[in-house]
């Protein structure tokens, strides 16, 4: 490092939570998604910079880490809005009608599957499988489980969401 | 002091249970009337969820499903007292849907309070455990194999055997794995456990690490059951500070601890080996099999890879001797399955039963038909890597056997019935597309196979040389079957050719200029 002002050019945003969360998990490489697990739950995603940091103190390369990150489904590149839903599109709720409900939904939201409304206050998922297949059709909304969603109960979600 | 029991489980509250639970206790608080609230595990009846039940010296009677604002009526009938309310269903345990039922695996969750050891030791908990302390390794594995236990993951390899491998391997370090990636449409058994029963789980890897010399069980819970992961983590907890895990158990010289992994919404995941290149914080790519894990699994050692209910058996027998639990079912599926009867159904829940009930007999008689009161169609059995059966093949008998023979399998025994709206082309192209999204892309028949795939079957449907596409798809679904690494590729296939033979219209109806988009 030959950059000498830090205190005027401060590290990159997650490079020191990555340090610290790495740190954390005893540096050990099969702790690599539990590290990006704590990342995103604390900082609300993975952010470019920590893939380096990581890839150091895990003594990964680049190339590794980069490859985990982006296989897997829940790890997100950028924060999401403040409330996330996801609404399940696998075969049980395809039963009660889960293709019509998103469509709803997203005409509701005017957003598409992995897109956040305008203000910042939704961002809407597809999910395979929620395991609530007795109650289909089923979201989740920031976590918690939603069972037998029709487009009025969701209605009544979203204002609540962005009231 | 009474006690009324309001479930934890996650189904339980999406139904609104926490609302419940505080419109109990602020209107308890309002009347003064004393009383303890459980949160208990689910019963398995989730159309009756939120499901209230108050202990009296009758046994538990119960009320569902009750809203918020069911509680001030429940109250001024006084049903925490044996008073009757609309919502009241009597003895729970009298319930036909239970009645009927042989819970084995399931005979405790809905009746205990899930991360309280004492509730569970005083309901037969540890038992098996207990009985498996005092045995040598080989002993506890004959007792298994002596069980007919098949693993409830879906594949159905004979548990006792796989156990014997890893212990028969003469090596420094095993580990036992739980696969509770429970990723198929349709089930929800292994989340009911993790968060109804979850010493039960502990329990069985317990054991298992016992029987097979293993000191180090890893539970690989997915990501989208945030519920389950907070439960099995208390429940280890709790179970580490009694004594039930960790160094010298019980005051023996066994030790065995346990630790959660999340996983991170990758479906693949669920497939052992990918799950084993997961839990060593890689990508999660499927590995050639040989080596199988039992010999080089996780970090490359001897690994026992079980499902959430495989493991979850294994407490009852030992506790009752393999023979007992051998005594239910027929031919070479021995023991009981919990079904979960799931979609377009009336009365979704979990159904535990010996194996060999037809299908009819599960959806009729338990399940009360179609939700929307429309004919079924189609069921999909064993989660999207199943075939889908029409309305007549209903007769078949749940049986590992009996399904294979028809091409379809009995998996982890989620069933989802259709009604007759369903278009099953669009089912056929979803299996298509959904491999395309959850493959790990490491064998081409998989990777490209599912995106031509889903090609071909939109030029089916826009009528684009029908027959000849047909014949394509024939073609490409032999491939997959033929050629790929692992059940994901190898299997998809199975929806999309039942789609075909068994609803042939699906596929010839005249195009419309939406479909061809």
């Known amino acids: ?163 | 002091m009474i006690r009324v029991f309001v479930p934890r489980d996650s189904a339980a509250r999406s139904m609104g249970a926490d609302e419940v639970t505080a419109a109990i206790a602020a209107e308890a608080s309002r009347l003064n009337v004393s009383l303890q609230i459980v949160r208990n595990g689910s019963r398995g009846l989730f159309w009756l969820e939120p499901l209230v039940e108050v202990e009296t010296v009758a046994g538990r009677v119960a009320f569902g499903p009750v809203q918020a604002s069911d509680v001030a009526s429940l109250f001024k009938s006084k049903f925490h007292d044996g008073g009757k309310h609309p919502l009241g269903l009597g003895r729970i345990e009298d319930h036909p849907y239970l009645k009927n039922q042989e819970r084995l695996t399931f005979a405790r969750c809905g009746i205990t309070d899930p991360v309280s050891v004492a509730d569970y030791v005083a309901h037969a908990g540890f038992e098996g455990l207990k009985k498996a302390l005092a045995m040598t390794g080989a002993a506890v594995v004959a007792e298994v194999t002596e069980s007919g236990l098949r693993g409830r993951g879906g594949a159905g390899f004979p548990t006792g055997i796989k156990w014997k491998t890893v212990l028969d391997a003469k090596v420094d370090r095993k580990y036992i794995c739980c696969n509770a990636d429970e990723g198929d449409s349709g089930t929800f058994a292994d989340r009911m456990v993790m968060e109804g029963d979850p010493f039960m789980l502990i329990e069985g890897m317990t054991i298992s690490g016992i029987a097979t010399g293993a000191d180090k069980g890893f539970v690989y819970i997915r990501s989208e059951y945030p519920d389950a992961i907070a439960t099995m983590k208390e429940a280890i907890a709790a179970a580490t500070a009694a004594g039930w895990l960790g160094a010298n158990i019980q005051g023996t010289d066994k030790s065995f601890t346990l630790d959660v992994r999340r996983g991170a919404g990758a479906y693949i995941c669920g497939e052992e080996t990918s799950m084993l290149e997961s839990l060593e914080g890689k990508r999660g790519m499927v590995r050639p099999k040989p080596p199988i894990p039992a010999l080089e699994g996780l970090f490359g050692k001897p690994t026992v890879i079980n499902n959430v209910l495989s493991f979850a058996a294994v407490p009852y027998i030992l506790a009752q001797g393999g023979a007992a639990y051998r005594n239910y079912g027929l031919g070479r599926s021995r023991g009981t399955l919990p079904f979960q009867l799931a979609g377009n159904i009336k009365h979704g829940g979990l159904v535990e039963k010996a194996f060999g009930l037809t299908l009819r007999e599960l959806i009729d008689k338990f399940g009360g038909g179609t939700l929307t009161g429309w004919p079924i169609r189609a069921v999909q059995v064993g989660g999207p890597l199943g075939a889908y059966l029409p309305a007549a093949k209903l007769d078949l008998p749940m049986d590992y056997e009996a399904f294979a023979a028809e091409g379809a399998m009995v998996g982890h025994g989620g069933v989802v019935v259709f009604d007759d709206s369903v278009d099953m082309a669009a089912q056929a192209r979803f299996a298509m597309e959904f491999c395309s999204i959850e493959s790990c892309g490491k064998c081409t028949p998989c990777r490209i196979g599912s995106i031509r795939g889903v090609e071909v079957i939109d030029k089916i449907v826009a009528g684009v040389e029908r027959e000849a596409n047909l014949e394509v798809l024939n073609d490409l679904c032999q491939t997959m079957t033929d050629g790929s690494l692992c059940a994901m590729g190898g299997l998809t296939p199975s929806p999309v050719q039942s789609a075909v033979r068994y609803f042939p219209e699906d596929f010839h109806r005249p195009a419309s200029r939406q479909a061809a988009e």
């Open chain 1, 1 to 163: 490092m030959t950059e000498k002002h830090t205190l005027i050019s401060p590290l990159p945003e997650g490079a020191e939570a990555a340090r610290a969360i790495a740190g954390r998990h005893g540096n050990r490489p099969e702790a690599l998604l539990e590290i990006f697990h704590d990342l995103q739950d604390e900082l609300g995603s993975v952010p470019e910079a920590a893939l380096p940091i990581l890839a150091k103190a895990l003594n990964l390369s680049r190339a590794e880490v980069h490859g985990v990150v982006t296989f897997y489904h829940d790890f997100r590149r950028a924060p999401a809005g403040r409330h996330v839903v996801k609404v399940c599109q696998a075969e049980s709720c395809q039963a009660l009608g889960s293709r019509a409900l998103a469509a709803a939904i997203q005409k509701n939201l005017k957003v598409k599957f992995g897109e956040t409304t305008a203000d910042g206050a939704i961002t809407l998922e597809a999910v395979y499988c929620l395991g609530n297949c007795a109650l289909s059709p089923a979201i989740m909304v920031d976590g918690r489980l939603v069972g037998r969603v029709d487009a009025a109960r969701f209605e009544k979600i979203a204002a609540e969401l962005t009231a």
